[in-house]
């Protein structure tokens, strides 16, 4: 047995919705034991990206049971009204959120690393994986696979609009709010190890004669030894610093 139930969603929540639904109240039929929760996601939402409801003009948990004729206003992050205390309906984010990233994302896993960004990432993570690595260890999940951010186990995620690396990468900076959080040349691009500053006697040997001659910096992953110096990858982070400057402010 289904209930008819009311939706109305704010800004970005809207992408998930089947063009005739955008930006408008709706009605849907919903499963009898619907949970608001359920409600949302039957309609396409993923949690994650919900950050607060009211349910007939009141603020709801989650776990609120739908009733027939039950009306839902759905907000996504920073986009809702003050919420009285205990109406979040996830943890806060942490200051620099980590992430762990879906196959298929390897280039904005780099960029996010390029940028100082603490990313899990490997080309064979299944789902399962992704979600457990998420829970266990508090990151966001960023992903194109909307099923995968309705898992139970997730509080933080975001599916990325873009299927472009260098838009993914504005939409997670401006999302998660990391544009005055860059740090770049701390992390490894591969591993996503911490770099460290090291002595140029102590790489030479690794290196071409030409980049030997070039450069005075150096760094070395403190993970897997690969070493670094400003050459060309360099020019394309600060032009990728630049740019995300020029995007987040206007
Ligand atoms: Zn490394």
Redesign the pocket.
Known sequence: MSIPVQFAFTGPLNDFLRREFRGKTFSYPCPATSTAKDGVEGVGVPHVEVAALRVNGAWAPFAQPLRAGDRLEVYPRWEHPPLPSGYALHPPLPEVTPFVLDVHLGKLARLLRMLGFDCRYERDYADDQIAAIAAAEGRAALTRDIPLLKRKVLDWGYWLRSQHPEVQLAEVLGYFRLAGKLQPFTR??????P?AAVDKSLVADQLEPETRTSFEEFYR??????VYWKGSHYERMARLVAQVGKETTG
């Open positions: 490894c691009l591969v591993c996503n190890g770099l992953c403190t993970a897997c030894g690969r």
